[in-house]
């Protein structure tokens, strides 16, 4: 396996070696040769211009952000809270992996190579300080596994995918418009307060993030993504046979988790904690849902058996 240090350097930036040596110290000569980015990362100007007089206007030397700067404040960051050890940060746009970790040299972990999801540049100090905690944790221990639940819901709060993934809403069925339902909840149970998206449609691949409890059976009839603030209702709910109530329900239980963020505990997220189920109950057809849902299901299947076989992964 190649060092992350070799394998993504970037061409413009600076030699990692010679950017660790320097951190926290005086420029070296050997910095001079770069007197720009000397600038971006010191409060010394050594590189004004010779010659220079006071009455001609000099052209100064316009100053733009290095790339490679957030890479760097952000891995002397993470060095200042683990006694410098981080010896290379590479930033990725991985979706899947928020991070790995290996050691600089084989065997040895005092000097540890990153790789970290981009989306930390920048993160809150509780972050920072929980990315530090898990290079400093043993695997699976209970510090680990704290600073991993802190890790994870930084990255499904602030990971660019809510931006850059279009989604294209679709609350308009043939039967229901997912809008009015959703103002109408969000106004009687919610104060307003919430600000969601919903669709029809069936569920966004992958992510654990998502809540998938109300899967039932084989059928998942609703989902709520955090990231994207999005509710999803499945598309075999569309039906005039479909009771208000049920969709309500369905739609209640999504908006309770866009109104609850997730409990971290021990390392792990909860979503339907006491309290959340205590609040499941506000809605007043919460049984009548739920009984409504069990006797139906297997129509339910039918229908979707019927739709499109994309459906089928819902
Ligand atoms: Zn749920």
């Not at 981080?86 to 991985?94: F, P, R």
């Not at 598309?235 to 005039?240: F, H, I, K, N, T």
Request: charged share 30%.
């Amino acid at each position: 396996m190649k060092p992350s240090t070799q394998a993504l350097r970037r061409p413009s930036g600076p030699p990692e070696a010679a950017n660790r040596r320097s951190q926290g110290r005086k420029p070296t000569p050997a910095s001079h040769h770069h007197p720009l980015q000397l600038e971006l990362f010191g409060q010394t100007h050594p590189g004004l211009p010779r010659g220079r007089q006071d009455t001609q206007p000099v052209p100064r030397p316009s100053v733009v952000p290095h790339p490679d700067a957030p890479r760097l404040e952000l891995q002397r960051a993470l060095n200042r809270l683990t006694g410098g050890r981080l010896a290379s940060l590479v930033l990725t746009d991985n979706r899947r992996t928020i991070l790995t970790v290996k050691a600089g040299r084989p065997g040895d972990r005092s000097q540890l190579c990153l790789r970290i999801h981009r989306s930390f540049v920048g993160a809150p100090p509780e972050a920072l300080e929980a990315v530090a905690a898990f290079l400093e944790s043993r695997k699976g221990s209970d510090r680990s596994r704290a600073a991993l639940a802190v890790i994870r819901q930084h990255f499904h709060q602030h990971h660019p995918e809510r931006r850059t993934r279009q989604t294209t809403l679709r609350p308009e069925g043939t039967m229901y418009d997912l809008r009015e339902i959703v103002a109408d909840l969000n106004r009687r149970y919610f104060g307003d307060r919430l600000a969601v998206g919903v669709t029809w449609g069936r569920s966004s691949g992958g992510a654990a993030h998502h809540c998938r409890r109300r899967r039932t059976s084989s059928l998942q009839l609703g989902s709520y993504s955090y990231e994207e603030r999005l509710i999803r209702l499945h598309g075999v709910l569309d039906q005039p046979t479909i009771p208000r109530f049920v969709i309500e329900a369905i739609i209640f239980h999504e908006l309770l988790h866009a109104d609850m963020p997730p409990v971290v505990r021990h390392g792990r997220r909860y979503v339907h904690t006491p309290e959340f189920r205590r609040r499941e109950r506000e809605y007043r057809h919460l049984d009548k849902a739920n009984r409504w849902i069990q006797e139906h299901l297997p129509e339910l299947l039918r229908a979707r058996a019927k739709a499109s076989p994309r459906r089928r992964r819902a």
